[in-house]
């Protein structure tokens, strides 16, 4: 799905937590949110969900003006920093969960369901891990368990909130090749927040940079990297959000 976001105004009473956003996604791009803490990341991609709606502007999905639709109606899928799965449930009965609760009609059969989970746990190369619950992965396990869950209800548009926030340097570095992998094989228009700019630059088709609440810059790693516009691009590494 291609995603416009246009002239976006986000104001938390008086205070303005974006100003005037505007950016153009193509289907199937891989997107980075990159800035420091406070920079608007998290407000933009609520925004993009429609966990929040905009104080002045527009967001498009597709052709349809999407501001003020719901969550549900923009059929996002999300992974969160801390994991989200639900604790006493199973591997498959996570992943399965967003196509369970479905009013009866749209739900698939528990056979559909089965057949669903076997070829998300494939897609996320957790093959056979479906009776296992959470507790028993690790923390990248968990994270892609999260990722598959998401991918089920087949949604517009994947919304990452840096979803290797909580994990190690080193399954950092193997998470961040592996979903650049999955996202070639998936293909799905994906936002990914982040203030590791390292990240940003290794996994993103284009960064955006930004900064108290506006885009800075907008351009590939190799842009970004070779022509910061401004000083404050490479400033804030190491810092935590
Ligand atoms: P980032 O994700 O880049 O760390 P956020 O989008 O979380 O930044 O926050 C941007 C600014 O908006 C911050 O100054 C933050 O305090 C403010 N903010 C975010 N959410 C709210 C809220 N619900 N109410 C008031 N202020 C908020």
Redesign the pocket.
Known sequence: MEVAIKNIR?E??Q?P??HDVSLSVQKGELIA?L????????????LIAGL?QPTEGQIFFGNEDASFKSVQERHVGFVFQHYALFKHMTVAENISFGLRVRPSGTRPSKAEIKTRVADLLAMVQLEGLDKRYPAQLSGGQRQRVALARAMAIEPSVLLL?EPFGALDAKVRKDLRRWLREFHDRTGHTTFF?T?DQEEALELADRVVV?SQ?KVEQVGTADDVYDRPNSSFVFSFIGES?
């Open positions: 986000k938390f009473g205070f937590a974006l949110l800035g420091p803490s406070g920079s608007g990341k998290t407000t933009l991609l609520r929040e909130d927040v203030h930004m609440g959000s």
